[in-house]
T-cell receptor, first 115, second 113 residues
Framework: GAGVSQSPSNKVTEKGKDVELRCDPI?????LYWYRQSLGQGLEFLIY????????KSGLPSDRFSAERTGGSVSTLTIQRTQQEDSAVYLC?????????????FGPGTRLTVT | GQSLEQPSEVTAVEGAIVQINCTYQ??????LSWYQQHDGGAPTFLSY????GLEETGRFSSFLSRSDSYGYLLLQELQMKDSASYFC??????????????FGAGTQVVVTP
C-alpha cells in the first residue's frame, strides 16, 4: 500500500516568508509525528497528533511553528516568518496507534532552505 | 527524563560484524527501537525490543538489557548497502511522553571493500 507522502520535496524560501509543509500519513494510522533533522544530526521531535486528542506541541521550537491535522488524516506544518536557522529536513511519520509508536513509518521529507 | 548515547561512527569491511551500542538513562520505558537511514533517505524501522534478550531479523539482531541500561544492534555479514546511519530510540513510559520516541544522535556505519 501507499506509504507516507510529503510535499513539497524541496522548498527554497526567503527569510521572513511563511511556508507550509504537507504530510499524508498511511491510511488508518491514528498517530502522526513531525520531526526536524539538520544535516548530519539526529531527529528532533516537533509535534505529535494522536486521534482526536489535543496534539502534543512540546517540541515546537518557537511560536512561529504550528501544525494542524484535518479529519484525522492530512497534516500541515506551518512556519511563519522563516529564519535561516529553520533550514533543515522536515520529516513526517505515522504509526498505527500510540501503543505501536515504536514502529513509525517515515515520509521522504521536505528539505527547507531559507535564504 | 531520558537520554541515549551512541558512538558517532563505526567503520568495518564487507563481510565483517559490527555492534552498535546504545546506552540510556531513563525513568521508565516500554522498549528500544532501531532505525536505519541512508544518506538523503527516510528512516526505516529495523527492530524493537520490549523485553530483555536478543531479537533476530535476518542479518540484523538487536539486544536489550534493562538491568544494564544498554542495548545494541548487531549487523552481520556486512554489505556495502549497510552503509547508513543507525538510530536507537526509546518509547518513554511517562504519561506526558507516551506515544513519542526519543531518538539517539545516530551512528554512521561506513562499510569498506
Amino acid at each position: 500500500g501507499a506509504g507516507v507522502s510529503q510535499s513539497p520535496s524541496n522548498k527554497v524560501t526567503e527569510k521572513g516568508k511563511d511556508v507550509e509543509l504537507r504530510c499524508d500519513p498511511i491510511s488508518g494510522h491514528t498517530a502522526l509525528y513531525w520531526y526536524r533533522q539538520s544535516l548530519g544530526q539526529g531527529l528532533e521531535f516537533l509535534i505529535y497528533f494522536q486521534g482526536n486528542s489535543a496534539p502534543d506541541k512540546s517540541g515546537l521550537p518557537s511560536d512561529r511553528f504550528s501544525a494542524e491535522r484535518t479529519g484525522g488524516s492530512v497534516s500541515t506544518l506551518t512556519i511563519q516568518r522563516t529564519q535561516q536557522e529553520d533550514s533543515a529536513v522536515y520529516l513526517c511519520a505515522s504509526s498505527l496507534a500510540r501503543i505501536s509508536s515504536y514502529e513509525q513509518y517515515f515520509g521522504p521529507g521536505t528539505r527547507l532552505t531559507v535564504t | 527524563g531520558q537520554s541515549l548515547e551512541q558512538p558517532s561512527e563505526v567503520t568495518a569491511v564487507e563481510g565483517a560484524i559490527v555492534q552498535i551500542n546504545c546506552t540510556y538513562q531513563t525513568s521508565g520505558f516500554y522498549g528500544l527501537s532501531w532505525y536505519q537511514q541512508h544518506d538523503g533517505g527516510a528512516p526505516t524501522f529495523l527492530s524493537y525490543n520490549a523485553l530483555d534478550g536478543l531479537e533476530e531479523t535476518g542479518r540484523f539482531s538487536s539486544f536489550l538489557s534493562r538491568s544494564d541500561s544498554y542495548g545494541y544492534l548487531l549487523l552481520q555479514e556486512l554489505q556495502m548497502k549497510d552503509s547508513a546511519s543507525y538510530f536507537c530510540a526509546l518509547s518513554p513510559m511517562t504519561t506526558d511522553s507516551w506515544g513519542k520516541l526519543q531518538f539517539g544522535a545516530g551512528t554512521q556505519v561506513v562499510v569498506t571493500p
